[in-house]
């Protein structure tokens, strides 16, 4: 089993518990391209999002320990607790439901292989997929399910 990212509770007051936050990178073109295919496939509006680069992201990052201004790392935040790399990836995938709940069986690969495999595609989506000069604007429809 692994265990959730410990949290400085002070921020979980300011953000809706009840549905689960993911904290994206902002500029990254691939990452907007992972919050748009979200978006499209997660009919029961289960997920917010929220920027790195904003007040609620970074704030979250920090309480969870880890660096806004070092981005290498996806944050899912669920019932209070804290998931990053390929376990933040493999339980929003899980939480689609329907087909989605394939990605469960990758939870048989040890756990440095995949966090492995997230942190390349990490460090090189910059080089391989871009960067916005400024963070994705959210269609008047989605905008409340976005934080800033």
């Not at 907007?32 to 920027?51: C, E, I, Q, T």
């Not at 990758?106 to 390349?120: H, Q, S």
Request: hydrophobic share 40%; with cysteine; aromatic share 12%.
């Amino acid at each position: 089993m692994v265990e959730p990212l410990i949290c400085d509770e002070g921020v979980l007051r300011q953000v809706d518990t009840t549905t689960a936050v993911i904290v994206f990178d902002g500029v990254c073109v691939l990452c907007n391209g992972w919050v748009r295919f979200l978006l499209r496939r997660d009919r029961k509006k289960r997920y917010r999002f929220a920027a790195m680069q904003g007040q609620h992201g970074g704030a979250l990052l920090r309480a969870y320990g880890l660096d806004p201004e070092d981005p290498l790392s996806f944050l899912l935040v669920e019932d209070g607790k804290g998931w990053s790399d390929s376990d933040a990836v493999l339980r929003v995938l899980v939480g689609l439901g329907g087909f989605w709940r394939v990605a469960a069986c990758l939870y048989v690969l040890p756990r440095r292989w995949t966090d492995a495999g997230y942190r390349w595609l990490a460090r090189n989506r910059y080089r391989w997929f871009g960067r916005h000069e400024q963070c994705l604007l959210p269609e008047p429809e989605e905008r409340e399910r976005f934080f800033d």
